[in-house]
C-alpha cells in the first residue's frame, strides 16, 4: 500500500458554535444542500448554518460556518435523519418516528401540518419514476413488521404510494427507480417494487455489524459485505466493480469518484474505485457520521462536522508522477474522465501520458516509454532535444512549458553513465526509425532525419546509409558538417547525391580511392563510382571523370558506356564515335567498346567491324610476336577474330586479307578467301597447307549457312575433288576423302561421287556412305511419290467437282437476267458461276471487280 494525499480534513462546524457550553448535546445527523448546511441534535433541535469555502495562500481549502438560526421541534426525543428536498424549499425531518415537512429557510413545520407517521428510516428516490417535478419520492421502512412504505411528498402534503412487504424485517433502505436495495436481518437484497421481483445478493449477520447501503449511481449501491469488504452490486444483482478491502468495523461509507471513503472508530480510510487499493488513512477518533453530499464529503463526531475537501485530481496525478508511481498515475487519469469535459480530459491525459513516458524513459524501460510516448502523441523534438546538438541550428522547437520532465540534457539523466547513455541513444534510433513514417513526423520531418542520420553517423551504424539511399529530410548543413566530423565521407557523398549535388559526391568518392581522404565503407568504391557514372544523366560529369574511371581499370572504367543503356546514350547524345575518340588511348578499353557495338548492340556499321576486326588482328600479332612459336590452340583474341571473321559481312575484307598476308595466321587467311567466294583457295590453304581435314569441313559447313542445298553440295564437292585429285599415293588424303564421304553422305550426289571415285575402293570402305546415299535417294523418291499422289488425288477432286457442275441442268429463259448488266439474254451463250449466277460472256469478259450477287470463280 502507498499512500497518496487524495483529501485534507477541514474543520466546518465547530464545538462552540454548534453547542456553547452544553455538554450534552450531541450531533445526531446533518445534510448539506448547496452552501446550507443542517445539524440535528440529539435535544430535537435543527441547527442551520451558511457555509463559506475559501481557498487560503497555501492552496488548501477553509470553510467558515455561520450560523443563520436554530428550532426546536416540540419533541424529547433525538433527531434521527434530515433529508433536503431543495426543489420544493423543504427539509425533511425524522424524529420521533415521525418525517416532519419544514420550510428549508425558516424550519418552520408546513402550515399544513402534513407529515409521514411510523417511519424508522428514511431514503429518497434520486432517480424519480413519477416525472412530476413538483414532488419528491420517498421511501421509508415503516414501524410496521417487514414493511417499506413508498410515498410522494409536495410541497404542503404527502400521498402514499405503495406499501411493500419484505421476507425480513429490513434494517437500512436506498432507492433507485423501482428499484430498493435492502439490508435485512441476515442479507441483502434486491427488490423491485413495480413487479414484486426480487434478487438475493449475498449474506450478513446484523447482530455482528451494521449494514450499509448507498446508492452511489445510477442503478448501482455500495454495501458494507462480509469479510471486511465493500461490495459494489448493480439493480441486476451483479457486480461490475472488485470490492475494496476495508475495515471489519465499519460506521461509514461514502462514494467519491474515483474513491471510496470509510469511517470506522479510529480512522477515514480512503480506497480506489480504480484499483482497489488503499490510497490514503486519516486519524479520526469517535466519528460516527459519514455522508455524500453532491460530491462534499462530510464526517462529523457527536461534537464537530467536518469537511473532506479532495485535492484536485491533476495534483494527485502529478504527485504520483512525481513520485516515479507511473501506474497508479494512468489509472488515476483514466477514472478521472468521467468528472472532467472530453476535450480538456484529453489534454491533460494526453500530458499525463507524456510525463509517464519520460518518466519510464529515465528508468531505462524503453519499451513501456516508446508505448506511452505514442499513445500520448509526444511532440518527438521534445524527446531529441534531450540529446546535445541533435536538433539542427535551424530548428525553432522550444521546449514545453511547464516541462514534460525534470532533465536538462541526457547527461544529467544518466548521470554521465556511458552505458546507460549508449542504451539511450539506441532506443532513441529505433524509436526515431520507427515514427518518421507515420503522421507524428509530420511537419518536423527535417529534425527527425537529421537527428537519426547524426545517431547513425555517430554510432557507425549501417543503417546510415539505407537512410541515405532512399526518400530523406535530412538538412544538407547540418548533416555534412556532422558526417564530415565522424570522417563518413561515402555517407557524405550520398548526402551531396540526395541534394543533387552529384558533381560534389564524385569528387569526394574519388578523393577516397585516390587515398587524399580515409574512407573504408566501401572496399568496392572504385566500382561503385563507375555504376554510379554509368546511370548519371550528367553528361558533363560522365566526361570529366571518364579519363580518371579508364585510367585505373581500362577493362572496368569501360562499362561507364558499355553499361550505359542506350535511350540514356540516344538522349544524352553519348555518340560511339565520341566514345571511340575518348577511347583510342586505352586500348584494351577500346575494344570492349567495340564488342559492346558490334557483338552486343549489332551495329550494322562498316567500319565498327572493320575497326575491331583490325585490333584483333593486331593483338594476335602481338602476341605471337611475344610467344615466338606456333600454338597448336588459338589464344582467345585470335578464337575471337575467327569468330569475327565468319560472322560478320560488313568489315572491309580486301584490308584486313593486305593485313594478314605473311602474317601466319592460315586460317584466318582461308575465312577471307571464304568470304570473297575464293573457296577453292580456302580449302587449299585448310587441306594442304594446314592439314587440318576437320577445320575444312567445318569451313563448309558455316560457308553455306542461310545458303540453298545447291550451293553446300558445290563446297561438298570441292573438297572431295581436292582430296581425290592428290591420287592413290596420298594416303592421308584419301582417308580424309572417305571419312568425309562417310560423315556427310546426303550433301553429296551419289551418281557424281561413283563417276569420281578409283574403282579399286571397295564397298565395304564406302559402306555408311552408300548406305546414306540409298536412304537420301529412297526417302527422296518416297517423297516425291507421296507428292505425286497429293496432286493426283487433289486433281480427281477438281474432275469430280467439274462433272457435277456440267452434269447439272441449267434453265435459261427470256426472263433470265444477267447479273452483271441485269438484261435479258438474247441466245444461248452464257457464263456460269460456280455458286450458280448466269452472265454474259462479254459481260464476264469486260469484267473487273467481281459482281456483287454471285461469288467469282471458275467459268464452266
Not at 498 to 520: E, K, M, P, R
Amino acid at each position: 500500500m502507498m499512500n497518496i494525499k487524495a483529501f485534507t480534513l477541514v474543520s466546518a462546524v465547530e464545538r462552540e458554535l454548534l453547542m456553547g457550553d452544553k455538554e450534552r448535546i450531541k450531533v445526531e445527523c446533518v445534510e448539506c444542500s448547496g452552501r446550507n448546511l443542517y445539524v440535528g441534535t440529539n435535544d430535537c433541535f435543527i441547527h442551520h448554518f451558511l457555509l463559506e469555502e475559501k481557498t487560503l495562500p497555501s492552496g488548501t481549502a477553509a470553510f467558515t460556518a455561520t450560523k443563520q438560526l436554530h428550532r426546536h421541534l416540540g419533541f424529547k426525543k433525538p433527531v434521527n435523519e434530515l433529508r433536503a428536498a431543495s426543489a420544493l424549499n423543504r427539509l425533511l425531518v425524522l424524529c420521533d418516528n415521525s418525517i416532519t415537512l419544514v420550510n428549508m429557510l425558516s424550519l418552520e413545520p408546513v402550515p399544513s401540518g402534513a407529515r409521514i407517521k411510523g417511519a424508522t428510516a428514511l431514503a429518497l428516490n434520486e432517480n424519480p419514476v413519477s416525472g412530476d417535478p413538483f414532488c419528491v419520492e420517498v421511501c421509508i421502512i415503516s414501524v410496521k413488521r417487514r414493511t417499506i412504505q413508498l410515498f410522494l411528498v409536495y410541497e404542503d402534503r404527502v400521498q402514499i404510494v405503495k406499501e411493500v412487504s419484505t421476507p425480513e424485517q429490513p434494517l437500512a433502505v436506498a432507492v433507485d427507480g423501482h428499484f430498493l436495495c435492502l439490508a435485512l436481518t441476515t442479507q441483502y437484497i434486491i427488490l423491485n417494487y413495480s413487479t414484486g421481483l426480487s434478487q438475493d445478493l449475498f449474506p450478513y449477520c446484523s447482530e455482528e455489524k451494521r449494514p450499509i447501503v448507498k446508492r452511489i449511481g445510477r442503478q448501482e449501491f455500495l454495501l458494507a459485505g462480509p469479510g471486511g469488504l465493500g461490495m459494489f452490486a448493480t439493480v441486476a444483482g451483479i457486480s461490475q466493480r472488485a470490492p475494496v478491502h476495508w475495515a471489519e468495523n465499519v460506521i461509514g461509507a461514502a462514494v467519491c469518484f474515483p474513491y471510496v471513503i470509510a469511517l470506522d472508530d479510529e480512522f477515514i480510510t480512503v480506497h480506489s474505485m480504480l484499483d482497489q487499493q488503499q490510497k490514503q488513512t486519516l486519524p479520526f477518533k469517535e466519528g460516527h457520521i459519514l455522508q455524500d453530499f453532491e460530491g462534499r464529503v462530510i464526517v462529523a463526531t457527536s461534537k464537530g462536522v467536518y469537511i473532506l475537501v479532495p485535492l484536485p485530481l491533476e495534483k494527485q496525478i502529478q504527485d504520483l508522477l512525481a513520485s516515479r508511481r507511473v501506474e497508479e498515475a494512468l489509472v488515476l487519469a483514466k477514472g478521472a474522465r468521467r468528472n472532467i469535459p472530453k476535450e480538456k480530459f484529453q489534454v491533460m491525459y494526453r500530458r499525463i501520458l507524456q510525463q509517464a513516458g519520460f518518466i519510464q524513459f529515465a528508468q531505462l524501460q524503453f519499451l513501456e516509454a516508446k508505448e506511452l510516448f505514442r499513445s500520448g502523441q509526444l511532440d518527438v523534438r521534445e524527446l531529441i532535444s534531450l540529446y546535445p546538438f541533435l536538433l539542427p541550428t535551424s530548428s525553432s522547437f522550444t521546449r514545453s512549458h511547464p516541462p514534460l520532465h525534470e532533465y536538462a540534457d541526457l547527461n544529467q539523466l544518466t548521470q554521465g553513465d556511458q552505458e546507460k547513455m549508449a542504451k539511450c541513444k539506441r532506443f532513441l534510433m529505433s524509436y526515431l526509425n520507427e515514427v518518421r513514417s507515420t503522421e507524428v513526423a509530420n511537419g518536423y520531418k527535417e529534425d527527425i532525419d537529421t537527428a537519426l542520420l547524426k545517431l547513425y553517423a555517430e554510432a557507425d551504424h549501417d543503417s546510415l546509409l539505407d537512410l541515405l539511399v532512399t526518400e530523406n529530410f535530412c538538412l544538407l548543413t547540418d548533416s555534412a558538417a556532422w558526417l564530415e566530423k565522424h570522417k563518413k565521407y561515402f555517407a557524405l557523398g550520398l548526402l551531396y547525391h540526395y541534394n543533387h549535388q552529384d558533381a560534389t559526391a564524385v569528387q569526394l568518392w574519388v578523393n577516397i580511392v585516390n587515398g587524399d581522404i580515409q574512407d573504408s565503407t566501401r572496399s568496392d568504391l572504385y566500382e561503385y563510382i563507375v555504376d554510379f557514372l554509368t546511370y548519371c544523366p550528367d553528361r558533363e560529369l560522365v566526361w570529366t571523370y571518364a579519363d580518371w574511371v579508364l585510367q585505373r581499370s581500362e577493362e572496368v572504367g569501360v562499362q561507364v558506356f558499355t553499361k550505359r543503356p542506350w535511350d540514356e546514350q540516344q538522349k544524352n547524345s553519348f555518340n560511339p564515335d565520341d566514345i571511340i575518340d575518348c577511347l583510342k588511348k586505352y586500348p584494351k578499353a577500346l575494344v570492349k567498346y567495340l564488342e559492346h557495338l558490334v557483338i552486343d548492340r549489332r551495329l550494322q556499321k562498316e567500319e565498327y567491324h572493320t575497326h575491331l576486326a583490325v585490333l584483333y588482328l593486331e593483338e594476335v600479332l602481338q602476341q605471337k610476336a611475344a610467344t615466338d612459336s606456333q600454338g597448336l590452340e588459338p589464344t582467345e583474341t585470335q578464337t575471337k577474330l575467327r569468330h569475327l571473321l565468319q560472322k560478320s559481312d560488313l568489315y572491309r575484307v580486301h584490308f584486313v586479307i593486305e593485313r594478314i598476308q605473311g602474317a601466319g595466321l592460315p586460317v584466318e587467311r582461308a575465312i577471307l578467301h571464304g568470304k570473297l567466294g575464293e573457296h577453292g583457295k580456302a580449302l587449299h590453304i585448310l587441306v594442304h597447307e594446314l592439314g587440318d581435314f576437320s577445320a575444312a569441313e567445318d569451313y563448309c559447313l558455316w560457308s553455306s549457312e542461310g545458303q540453298d542445298a545447291p550451293c553446300r553440295r558445290h563446297l561438298f564437292h570441292t573438297l572431295l575433288a581436292m582430296y581425290l585429285r592428290a591420287g592413290p599415293s596420298a594416303q592421308e588424303l584419301t582417308v580424309a576423302a572417305v571419312d568425309l564421304l562417310n560423315r556427310h553422305a546426303t550433301e553429296f550426289d551419289a551418281t557424281q561421287v561413283l563417276q569420281l571415285l578409283p574403282g579399286s575402293w571397295s564397298v565395304q570402305l564406302l559402306c555408311p556412305f552408300l548406305t546414306g546415299a540409298m536412304r537420301d535417294s529412297v526417302h527422296a523418291r518416297r517423297t516425291a511419290q507421296v507428292a505425286l499422289g497429293l496432286a493426283r488425288s487433289e486433281n480427281l477432286i477438281y474432275t469430280y467437282n467439274k462433272m457435277k457442275l456440267k452434269g447439272s441442268a441449267i434453265w435459261l429463259s427470256d426472263q433470265k437476267l444477267c447479273q452483271l448488266c441485269q438484261n435479258p439474254f438474247g441466245e444461248p451463250v452464257f457464263v456460269r458461276y460456280p455458286n450458280g449466277g448466269l452472265v454474259h460472256t462479254h459481260c464476264a469478259t469486260n469484267r473487273h471487280t467481281t459482281p456483287s450477287s454471285p461469288s467469282p470463280g471458275t467459268r464452266t
